[in-house]
């Protein structure tokens, strides 16, 4: 059961990144803060959207898989 946990911690953090930077790339224009002048709102969200889908894929993937449910 702790290495399903494992995965949607890992997952979430890379696919975060992974989004943000990609969308980053496509569609930023708008800054998110001046401290990190290379951060956009468009990468915010294209990150959270990332980790959310990431999270629906790994939870229908481990829920059947009855080798990591708790008997």
Known sequence: MGLYWV???I???I???VGAHWFG???GKH???KLSPKK???GFIGGALFSYLWILFISNFFASKMSFACP
Request: aromatic share 22%; no cysteine; charged share 15%.
């Open 31 to 33: 800054k998110l803060i």
């Open 25 to 27: 790339l496509a569609f």
């Open 7 to 9: 995965f949607y911690a």
């Open 11 to 13: 997952g979430g953090v």
């Open 40 to 42: 956009t709102v468009e």
């Open 15 to 17: 696919w975060n990144d």
